[in-house]
């Protein structure tokens, strides 16, 4: 008929609505962006005030020794960047970790502060993946692949190049259903190697265990491992609940997406409250707060943030189809390579935890605490100024920032800061397979009273001349009751020793640091 207008087609209407659907997540972008800001501040900062002597040339595992053994292996520094991506391939000192660490801390401040587009967050991301390889075992825990995959998501929720807090375009509304699937994936892969493992999950019986075993308990784990068993039986059945329920929920409409949204960020706050789990739940957090649009933030964001958004409102406009062309891509992309982690979680025997399946680390498999430790075992690094290390030798402890050594000291709270060296130090040395290479180098440099070493630590017993010998005892802890007449935070006895008493004469420490080639040992 003429003048008629022409019904648009099912795909022109569903890439309008495409188009406009991101306009409920305007104030979500922001959340997600502030909190991945401080996410990534939080990992360069720790990376740039400790990879020197972690990583350095003098550092207890020197990166650029790692570097040139992997290109000789490869035959090239591009055979080594496409194993492994990562600029260090062609250039490894230590000015040139400080310039990757810091500038990803300044980037980071500014995205933080509410500067930010695809440009600063593929900057950010790329650094910190050109980091993971000559971490080596220093950034070989679950959370520095996941800050990638998040990261990478925080690329595409921003305009190419404008940075303000309220970009006139509408974030892509794929990849804030991307951001849910990551909850997803992170949550189910928790909850599954938990009950696919230790029977304690399954018995109920693990916070019995956990808040006094975990890497680094926190003032308000004692008060919570002393508490009824009905209470730790509730928490396990809580933890189930919210890690193998309520992710189902993310996609769902938005009465029972926002309720699994808020349990789920609920329970990262919970784990941050109980623990020093480094950054991991509050990177967590932010595939969890994609469940909440912007119905949800406008109750609770200050009024000035309200105002701000709305004063932009005259400038909105839907998310570009370029942008969603992009997004869409990369959806392809997230959904060829979640086959695998799809596959690990639900039709595997042995389900894998914390590992990625492609260099890029775009889409990993996660799990946490698949198995609980009945009893907690320290590794205390002692020395003596004594000639002859006999039993009778007064030994004197070094005491480490964050992990319990002297049973008076309190348990810090450091989250989301992650003190690399005590957490390596943390784990059971019968159980894992390939960590702690850096323990003899370790004790090549107490013996030398290296400054950088020492800076990891709390203390120097040694203040003014190294020890003569150095040994690792092993201790059994156990968290002494509130209110016992001493103080005490710990119970602890020596259960035996680790490594026998080493000096700088010893033939097996010699022969161990000249094989290993450290710059200290030529």
């Not at 009950?195 to 003032?219: I, K, S």
């Not at 969603?324 to 959806?331: D, E, K, S």
């Not at 799990?367 to 907690?376: L, M, N, Q, V």
Request: aromatic share 14%; net charge positive; proline share 8%.
């Amino acid at each position: 008929m003429a003048g008629a207008v022409p019904v648009p087609g099912f795909w022109s209407r569903f890439l309008a609505r495409l188009e406009r659907a991101g306009d409920d997540y305007r104030l979500t972008r922001f959340v997600l962006l502030r909190f991945t800001g401080l996410v990534w501040l939080v990992a360069f900062l720790s990376a740039a005030q400790q990879f020197i002597p972690l990583v350095g040339h003098e550092g207890l595992l020197p990166a650029d020794l790692f570097v040139q053994r992997v290109v000789e292996h490869l035959g090239s520094p591009w055979a080594a960047f496409r194993e492994m991506p990562s600029i260090f391939w062609f250039g490894c000192g230590d000015g040139m970790i400080l310039a990757v660490t810091w500038a990803g801390v300044m980037l980071s401040a500014l995205v933080m502060l509410g500067l930010a587009n695809a440009l600063m967050m593929l900057a950010l991301w790329f650094l910190y993946l050109c980091l993971l390889p000559v971490g080596q075992e220093w950034l070989q825990y679950g959370w520095d692949i996941q800050i990638l995959e998040t990261g990478f998501l925080g690329v595409l929720l921003c305009p190419l190049l404008d940075p303000r807090p309220f970009p006139r375009r509408a974030p892509p509304i794929l990849v804030i259903w991307l951001h849910r699937w990551l909850i997803w994936r992170i949550m189910l892969g928790a909850g599954l190697i938990k009950l696919r493992g230790d029977e304690c999950w399954r018995d109920l019986t693990a916070l019995y265990f956990h808040y006094e075993t975990q890497p680094v308990p926190n003032p308000l784990s004692r008060w919570l491992h002393f508490a009824p068993k009905w209470f730790h039986q509730a928490g396990v059945l809580t933890n189930h609940g919210v890690e193998l329920v309520a992710p189902w929920f993310a996609f769902y409409g938005r009465p029972a997406r926002h309720a699994a949204g808020l349990l789920m960020a609920g329970f990262m706050v919970v784990l941050i409250l109980t623990g020093n789990l480094s950054f991991l739940n509050w990177l967590t957090l932010i595939p969890a707060l994609a469940c909440l649009d912007d119905s949800f933030w406008r109750r609770v964001l200050p009024r000035r943030i309200t105002v701000l958004a709305e004063a932009s409102a005259v400038e909105k406009l839907p998310c570009s189809r370029l942008h969603l062309g992009v997004a869409a891509a990369f959806l392809g992309v997230v959904a060829w390579l979640s086959i695998a982690p799809v596959k690990n979680l639900f039709f595997t025997d042995q389900q894998a935890m914390n590992g990625s399946f492609d260099k890029l680390h775009l889409v990993n498999t996660y799990g946490a605490f698949g198995s609980i430790d009945r009893e907690r075992f320290e590794l205390v690094f002692e020395g003596t100024s004594d000639s002859v290390p006999e039993m009778l030798s007064e030994w004197r402890e070094y005491e480490f920032k964050a992990k319990p050594t002297d049973p008076m000291r309190r348990p810090v709270i450091i989250t989301p800061y992650h003190y690399r060296l005590d957490w390596a130090a943390w784990f059971p040395w019968s159980k894992v397979p390939g960590r702690n290479h850096w323990v003899p180098h370790f004790l090549w440099k107490l013996l030398h009273n290296d400054p950088g070493t020492l800076s990891l630590l709390a203390h120097n017993p040694f203040p003014e001349d190294p020890p003569r010998w150095v040994r690792v005892s092993v201790y059994r802890y156990r968290f002494a009751p509130p209110g016992n007449p001493d103080g005490a935070w710990w119970v602890r006895e020596r259960v035996g020793t680790h490594i026998k008493p080493l000096s700088l004469e010893s033939p097996q420490l010699i022969q161990i640091v000249r094989d290993s080639g450290w710059p200290d040992a030529r």
